[in-house]
């Protein structure tokens, strides 16, 4: 695999992680979409910039990305660039949580901005699109329907305790083509 490297030498608990996933959920109730339209697209911020909630609204719930949405081939420029090195302090939600021991471990070794679960309903799919970073993915429920595609490659990534870095400054797109929830906790990685 040229786009996706499995490190497997930390190890989360995907139970532990779920049970926190669930207990957020009822307390956010709600998934966060800078445009109420979107469907394939949902999140629930794991950090935000310290003091700042408009971090984790609107557009810098997604940020920048570019995509070629029509036939003519040109790439367009799509949302506003987000200081990803600012999100250092963790969401009230997930203090105290298993949730926060994750982001301490995997901050140790990574320098990470945006820490997000992500959410990709049954029979979606993204846009074709390319992001700045790579990004760090930790798989919490999946199902076998649901691969990442980067450009010539095509990938499942397991919810097995491992973590996937996958190159989303590559041409990508994630699909869920099974009929139950996906959910990866995703970090922005701001390091090569
Ligand atoms: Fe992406």
Same mark, same amino acid.
């Given at each position: ?48 910039? *310290?003091?700042?909630? =408009?971090? /984790? ?5 997604? #940020? ?6 029509? %036939? ?59 992001? *700045?970073?790579?990004? =760090?993915? /930790? ?5 076998? #329907? ?6 010539? %490659? ?39």
């Amino acid at each position: 695999m040229k786009h996706l490297t499995k490190i497997t030498d930390i190890k989360v608990d995907i139970k532990k992680l779920k049970s926190v996933y669930f207990n957020t959920i009822d307390k956010i109730l709600e998934w966060s979409k800078d445009d109420p339209n979107l469907y394939d697209f949902n999140a629930i911020c794991v950090n935000q910039i *310290p003091n700042d909630p =408009l971090s /984790i609204r609107g557009g810098n719930i997604r #940020g920048l990305y570019w995509t070629y949405p029509k %036939e003519n081939w040109e790439e367009e420029k799509r949302l506003n660039k987000v200081d990803e090195t600012q999100y250092t302090e963790l969401c009230k939600p997930f203090k105290g949580t298993y949730v926060e021991e994750i982001y301490a471990e995997i901050s140790q070794r990574w320098k990470i901005g945006r820490f997000r679960f992500l959410m990709k309903p049954p029979r979606s799919c993204l846009s074709w699109h390319r992001d *700045p970073e790579k990004r =760090l993915h /930790i798989p919490i429920i999946t199902n076998p #329907g649901c691969r990442m595609v980067i450009e010539d %490659e095509s990938f499942h990534m397991p919810a097995d305790g491992s973590l996937y870095i996958t190159d989303n400054t590559k041409y990508h797109n994630f699909f869920n083509g099974g009929e139950t929830d996906r959910i990866h906790l995703v970090g922005t990685l701001l390091e090569k």
